[in-house]
Each structure stands twice: as C-alpha cells, then as structure tokens.
C-alpha cells in the first residue's frame, strides 16, 4: 500500500474509498507526525472518483464524512497543543521549547491569526503544525472553532468540487497530474502573499507616520 499516492489509495478501497479517504485526511490534519499524507491532491482525486463512480456510498454523505475529518482532525491538533504545549515549554528549556518561543507564538496567532488558521489549511504540515500552534498559544478555543469550520469548509469544497465538477472534461481527465499540480501551487500561495501584503502594508504606515 503506498499511502503517499492519492490515486493509489482511492483505487485500493474502491467503494470504500471515501471512507478511506477520510480516514487518512483525519491522520494528516491532526498529528505532525503523519500530516506527510496526502491533502490537496487527495482532495481533488476523490471529488473526481464520487462524480464517476457508483459507489453505495452517496456522494453528498462522502462529501459530509471528509469534511468532519477534515475538522475533527485540526480540532485535535489543537487540543493536543493546548493541554500538552505549554507543560512542555516549561519541562524543557532550549532553543526550540523555550518562553521566546511561545511568545513569538503568541505574537504570530495576534497578527495573523483568523488568515492563518484558514489559509494553513492549504500547506502541507501547516496544516498539522498551525492547529497544535493556535493551542500552545491559547487561542481562544470558541474562535478557533468557528475559523476551523470556516477552513475545513473551503478547503475540502474548494478541492473536491473542483474535482467533482472539472472531472467530467476529457481535457483534465487526460492531464490529470497537471490539474493538480497547478490548483495546489496557487492555493500554497495564499498564506505567504498575504503574510508578505501585511509587512509591505505595515512599512509604508510606518513610513508615512514618520
């Protein structure tokens, strides 16, 4: 079983897949350890296989059971860093696990933190790191809930009905690896342009206040 490949997976557990899927979009979301698996392409490969297969499984249900895991699995990464992140910081002490560290932590969740809880959900380990970062820092649990939501939402509809619907042209079905590749590279650059618009934006307000 090659789990780093999204048609492999999908084709191994047939009418299973989306429950499969679900699964491994738990384990990538919810632990760094495993946040290596699949995500976009996943995504995007298993929207294409609902809107082609006749699976017992309804496609809206399929839909449904990916978003949850999509969800739950940030929310557990979060709790992780919120009940286990900050004894951690104290018990160790070095350049990693240090105060500094959580403050600047602290400080990133203060800046960007609605935009990176959201946009993380398109990188790869981000994804797993930002959720467990959110919790270390104390981000109120309510506010990161609703952005959790917010994010799985459009990053599990923005893949899977691209897939779903974009599936249906020859044209992406016979360049398959291209799509992908190019829906994932601008969505990865969501979060780094707009942390790069937030610093230009604070130089010249500070420029001008000069």
Do not use: C
């Amino acid at each position: 079983m090659n789990w780093l490949d999204a048609q492999h997976i999908i084709n191994s557990f047939g009418d299973w897949a989306a429950i499969a899927v679900a699964a491994v979009i738990f384990l990538e979301t919810a632990f760094i350890l495993t946040s290596f698996l699949p995500g976009d392409s996943l995504l995007f490969l298993t929207g294409l296989a609902l809107a082609t297969s006749e699976s017992w499984l309804p496609d809206w249900l399929g839909f449904i059971l990916i978003w949850m895991a999509a969800f739950f699995g940030s929310q557990v990464g979060y709790w992780i860093g919120y009940k286990i992140g900050p004894p951690l910081f104290e018990r160790n002490s070095n350049f990693l696990l240090n105060q500094r560290v959580l403050d600047k932590t602290h400080e990133f969740f203060e800046k960007y933190g609605a935009r990176a809880v959201v946009m993380a959900r398109f990188l790869p380990i981000l994804r797993a790191l930002i959720p467990m970062l959110a919790g270390i820092s104390k981000m109120d649990s309510k506010r990161f809930t609703k952005l959790n939501a917010l994010g799985s939402t459009i990053w599990v509809g923005l893949f899977m009905f691209a897939g779903y619907w974009l599936g249906q042209f020859p044209l992406v079905k016979n360049h398959l690896e291209i799509t992908v590749i190019i829906i994932i590279v601008f969505t990865t650059m969501l979060l780094p342009i707009e942390i790069l618009r937030t610093r230009i934006a604070k130089k010249i307000a500070a420029k001008k206040a000069r």
